[in-house]
């Protein structure tokens, strides 16, 4: 099937030119992940990585902080240490010109010594604000040229809203093409958020209940458990909107409400992905204010987390959510006025991350005037840290009475561990590396994601709030939010 994206056991090579090597992503996900894809035999021995920075760093030295990064790895030294020839350091300014010739001279050795066979990824674990002087040093030193292969992965956040993504993309098509360049978003590179579209795919009975007829509501909730942290200068200007609901949280909706392509074909997902996301209006400033929540968390009553207008390079009168709740409707055939709600927020009660698929109910005249029930019939998708898919549905209680009594059935767990399952950075850099850009954001999806966060986002620079509703640190959020459910007789199930 031509660009579908199911794991295979094809092995791949190629150099791999790692820019912000010395990054904690670098160390934390991106070294991990390519040893895992190397344990299994995913990585050919042709392969290898020339990590760069502006630290003066030997070879050998590189290699220890890879060591270091694999270090909780389960495996045998003689794969450790083969695995580990692959990696190579230089010096390298990436503002400056000059820096490239050195790099290019590292990377004509390396694809002779390795036999590379033309294939190069470029990796961009960097600010986002030199994108365009890398790419473009890239181009002028005769890097990047028409001979071989030639991919980029960008890392988010890509612009802060569609004017300064849109000058960014145009500065990368100078170097790229379109189909070379990979805008990643990890969640796409989860094994449940992949699933949905497999779960639509493979059992025509689930699609067939996906729409207005069969369907009430759908919840997305990611929720984590962690205020900012150190990272407040990069949250403040950020918030939860940029953070999370522009690029996780449409995505995964869209997967959910777009209409099924006849194949998994990439061209055909990301078409019907695009189609879906125009039929997404922008936000007038009536629907911003009747269907947006938004919030900051404070201390906790244990004293472990700190008010967020406290922490280190936080503004003090900053409007900045850490916590957004709100919907948003599809008028098209399929979904008619079905509420797409959806909530994301730090410092919460438990981490997680779950999409509910709520199921109209026969409801009897006397359930009409009782409170909103939480324990509805619905598809659960639990991404993280719990994974699997589960049906509530109604069954008869025991006795003679057609009482409904609400019962679980989940997915095989046992199956689900035996089974292995890639980490989402692993997942994705495969998929790079053979050419397979399923899981990765188009500009068109990207642009048509800012169009909608923008007109959200101009509302509130409109509104004149000079403060925000608040939650207490390590609860279940604001309580504004179960109110925004509760006008239209919902409630969140989780």
Known sequence: MKGCSIMTNKQVGGLIVMFGAAGDLARRKLYPSLFRLYQRQLLSENFALLGNSRREWSDDYFREIVLDSISDQKADETTVNNFIQHFFYVSHDATKAEDYDNLKTSMDKLAEEFNTGGKNLYYLSTAPSIFPDITKGLKDAGIVTDGGTHRVILEKPFGTDLASAGELNKALEISFDEKDIYRIDHYLGKEMVQNILTTRYFNPVVEAMLNSQYVSNIQITLAEDMPV????????????????????????????????PENLDQDAVHASKLAFMKEIASFTPEQTDKQMVRAQYTASSDGEFINYLDENEVAKDSVTETYLAGYFQVNNDRWGNVP????????????????????????????????????????????????????HLNQKLPGEALAPNLVTVNSDVDELIAAYVPDAYEKLIYDALIGDQTNFSTWNELAEQWRIVDSIIENWKDDGITSLPTYEGKSRGPKEADEL?????????Q
């Open 340 to 391: 797409f709600y959806f909530k994301t927020g730090k410092a919460l009660a438990v981490k997680h991350t779950t999409v509910e698929i709520i199921l109209n109910e026969k409801v009897n005249e006397a359930d009409i005037a009782k409170p909103c029930n939480p324990d509805q019939t619905r598809i659960t998708f639990s991404i993280q840290p719990e994974t699997g898919i589960a049906f």
């Open 229 to 260: 942290g150190t990272r407040g200068g990069y949250y403040d200007k950020s918030g939860a909107i940029r953070d999370m609901f522009q690029n996780h949280i449409l995505q995964v909706a869209t997967l959910l409400g777009m209409e099924l």
């Open 485 to 493: 459910l509760r006008q239209n007789g919902h409630c969140w199930v």
